[in-house]
Nanobody, 122 residues
Framework: QVQLVESGGGSVQAGGSLRLSCAGS????????MAWFRQAPGKGREGVAD???????SYANSVKGRFTISKDNAKNTLYLQMNSLKPDDTAMYYC????????????????WGQGTLVTVSS
């Protein structure tokens, strides 16, 4: 079964930290792009960070300097370390992965997780 399962969400106060995990199964996701997205209530889905097959990492401007994307190839798992959290970071966080190629274009992301909720209070 090709799937991604997020975990690690929760409720924290502003300035706190969380580490999200995205466990992949059924495919070698580390060979392709993996990415994090988020969607706040009433808002559209926003790209947060991604890492392509060559290890190139990109971040949304809103999270630069605060979030770190990484992956553990042995575990076939993607991570998002979230520090200095702000109330505006409150959202459902999703991971996604490509099944071929190395591009991180949105259309290449064929597999999506169900999301994990992050709530940041002031």
């Amino acid at each position: 079964q090709v799937q991604l399962v997020e975990s690690g969400g929760g409720s924290v106060q502003a300035g706190g930290s969380l580490r999200l995990s995205c466990a992949g199964s059924g495919y070698t996701y580390s060979s392709h792009c993996m990415a994090w997205f988020r969607q706040a209530p009433g808002k559209g889905r926003e790209g947060v960070a991604d890492i392509d097959s060559d290890g190139k990492i990109s971040y949304a401007n809103s999270v630069k300097g605060r979030f770190t994307i990484s992956k553990d190839n042995a575990k076939n798992t993607l991570y998002l370390q979230m520090n200095s959290l702000k109330p505006d970071d409150t959202a459902m966080y999703y991971c996604a992965a490509a099944l071929k190629g190395g591009s991180c274009s949105y259309t290449s992301l064929e597999v999506w997780g169900q999301g994990t909720l992050v709530t940041v209070s002031s």
